[in-house]
């Protein structure tokens, strides 16, 4: 059996097949004795680092995981005898794995050979090509595997360095030059690495680049931290301005086998990292946004248009929100795509047109090209039919979902395209694109006030993601169960406004590590201001909130709140028509509700000509996530204003 960690937690038995390990909790505890290194860990210790409250069923659980792990680990293990792989010792557990069993013990084994033995390196570059992405990359919030994950990395740094020490040491020089610039871009503080890059450069006949570079790290030093050069770069300046003889190798020439220094990963390994992270939320997440556009940039490099293609269409992570997280990023995203669309021409490979295609309407959500953004969706919807593709059809869903906010009242549409999204996964196990099937199906009856067939939708996307280790579902869905709440303050013995205003605090809270700001940033100002639109109270006059997104349309009516009128009105004049996402119901009805306040008739007709294929919807419901009450009642307002004028 082999376990590795350097990257996400999994394991293989000796014929390469994968082992499943079952669910977070259970990876978490493998992966926790894997850093025990053999040594006993005991059950308050795992349970300390599992849980932050320990409840009384901690160890009862611990237990469960521990007989499941058993089980996929030595599936052929007879009844009633001992394991011999996870250990009961004492009053914990242990790992019995031959030394070599983990890429842990690999890497560092390598490192150790390296340190002592200039031939090891060619192990040495094996083994830092072996990391795909940072140790333990899908706990990124426990604290013990902060912790190693912390000493790994140093390690591994060190082991960049040390290899490229060695093969400077044997006369290679040139073709590390990429690599190690790549190196110091990432960690900058490193002066070994400064080192490292100007004789790389001085080898490769640039003393004037090998001069400059150790100048830019005084610069740096000096500026930044107040430090002056250590004695090594000095001493290095002093060589390279004399070209001194000690620059010159001094060992054998080192094999070349591997072709990286370990200081970053190649393209379509990092955009895997990066799929693989998006599913977790919080800061893993963020980097795998990062990673991705990171991962692009360097296929765009290699000039290969395929590669290109490939990396930027395999970010297929299904995408719920019509709002983008890093418009910026977004951005550069799609003109990448549309920079390999137009490479590859009209006569390039179907499946990569295709992903290309799919991938600009994903995340040109929420933009001002919607019209070219919704052909892009359809025209990859068609390519991936024919091409009979279940897992590309249904990124191109993805695409054709984002895409289907051009009016207020597409809600159906939206159904239909969840149901597909649905049946497609279910059939060819898909199963992270069943999920966003089933909360494409749930935002859509919460937008018709459908909120039992709703919730079945909420508990089958929960049950999925439970089964599928994605977290993020279920900060959605306590989203949808406080729009529920509040639709429900107003039934008699209903649930208190407060109660409802506290759910909705509650869902913003576990939003707010969730790694989504485009989705969150405004979204608890807003809700709270359809609660109060519910039960007839007008806006709240606090300064400090932050209404992000939606502050166009939330302060004509809290100017009206504060008896400010005719601000309010010059507000309302200038506000403009909201963006084509999942709450442009909401803020039609706001600007239909401030414009019957103050009789503004002409704004009325335009709320009400945009809201009229709406009328069967809740405002702001098309979310899941919030609600301002049903359009009908906003729609009736603003018609009946339109008419007193005329």
């Known amino acids: 059996m082999r376990i590795d960690v350097l990257g996400t937690v999994q394991a293989r038995r000796d014929d390469g097949s994968p082992i499943d390990l079952g669910g977070p909790r259970h990876r978490e505890v493998l992966a926790r004795l894997v850093a025990a290194e053999g040594r006993m860990v005991t059950t308050d210790t795992l349970i300390d680092d599992l849980w932050s409250r320990a409840t009384a069923g901690s160890l009862g659980a611990l237990r469960t995981f521990v007989a499941a792990l058993r089980r996929a680990i030595e599936p052929d293990r007879p009844p009633r005898t001992p394991p011999r792989v996870l250990i009961t010792q004492g009053p914990g557990y242990a790992l019995r794995l031959p030394r070599g069993a983990t890429d842990v013990d690999r890497f560092q084994d390598a490192l150790a050979k390296a340190r002592h033995c200039p031939e090891g390196v060619v192990d040495l570059g094996e083994a830092l090509a072996s990391w795909r992405g940072p140790a333990y990359a899908d706990l990124p919030e426990a604290a013990w595997a902060k912790r190693e994950r912390t000493r790994l990395q140093e390690l591994r740094l060190q082991g960049v360095e040390l290899r490229a020490s060695i093969l400077l040491d044997s006369g290679r020089g040139a073709d590390l030059v990429a690599d190690l610039g790549a190196h110091i871009a990432e960690h900058p503080w490193r002066e070994p690495a400064w080192g490292l890059l100007a004789r790389a450069l001085y080898r490769d006949g640039r003393q004037a680049d090998a001069l400059a570079t150790l100048r ?149 959500r929420g933009g001002d090209t919607c019209d070219t953004a919704l052909k892009n969706a359809h025209e990859a919807e068609a390519l991936a039919r ?204 706001l600007t239909a509700h401030v414009a019957v306040r103050l009789d503004e008739p002409e704004i009325a007709v335009r709320a009400a000509v945009a809201l009229r294929d709406a009328r069967a919807e809740h405002a702001g419901a098309a979310s899941g996530m919030l609600t301002l009450g049903p359009v009908e009642s906003y729609l009736a307002e603003a018609e009946a204003c339109a008419a007193a004028d005329q």
């Open 386 to 589: 024919g091409l009979n593709d279940p897992p590309l059809l249904a990124f191109a869903l993805n695409g054709v979902f984002l895409q289907s906010f051009a009016r207020p009242g597409l809600a159906p549409q939206r159904d239909t395209i969840g149901a597909e999204l649905v049946s497609l996964s279910t059939r060819h196990g898909l199963p992270t694109f069943a999920i966003l099937g089933r909360l494409v199906r749930l935002q859509s009856a919460s937008a018709l006030g459908d909120l039992e067939a709703a919730s079945v939708h909420a508990v089958a996307a929960e049950e999925l993601a439970a089964a599928h280790e994605s977290p993020l579902v279920t900060v959605l869905t306590a989203w949808f169960r406080a729009r529920v709440t509040a639709a429900r303050s107003t039934e008699p013995g209903g649930p208190s406004p407060a109660a409802a205003a506290a759910a909705y605090r509650a869902a913003d809270d576990a939003l707010a590590t969730a790694g989504m700001p485009g989705l969150r940033r405004g979204l608890l100002p807003l809700a709270l201001l359809g609660l109060r639109l519910l039960h007839n109270r007008p806006a709240p006059t606090d300064s400090q909130l932050d209404w992000g997104p939606f502050l166009p349309w939330a302060t004509p009516l809290v100017l009206l709140a504060q008896g400010r009128v005719e601000d309010a009105r010059v507000s309302l004049a200038a506000t403009p028509e909201p963006p084509r996402d999942h709450l442009q119901e909401a803020l039609w009805c």
């Open 216 to 364: 830019r790290a005084r610069t740096m030093l000096v500026e930044q931290l107040g430090l002056d050069p250590g004695p090594d770069l000095q001493r290095l300046e002093t060589d390279i301005l004399t070209r001194s003889a000690t620059l010159e190798p001094t060992r054998e020439p080192a094999p070349r086998p591997w072709s990286g220094t370990g200081a970053r990963l190649g393209p379509r390994t990092r955009m895997d990292l990066a799929r693989t992270l998006a599913l977790v939320g919080g800061d893993a997440l963020v980097s795998s946004r990062r990673d991705r556009l990171a991962a692009i940039q360097a296929a765009e490099q290699t000039g290969d248009v395929a590669l290109t293609a490939r990396v930027i269409g395999a970010y297929d992570v299904p995408a719920i929100w019509s709002r983008a997280d890093d418009s910026r990023q977004s951005r550069a995203v799609v003109e990448a795509a549309e920079r390999a669309l137009t490479a590859l021409g009209p006569g390039g490979p179907t499946d990569l047109r295709a992903r290309l295609l799919a991938t600009v309407a994903v995340e040109s």
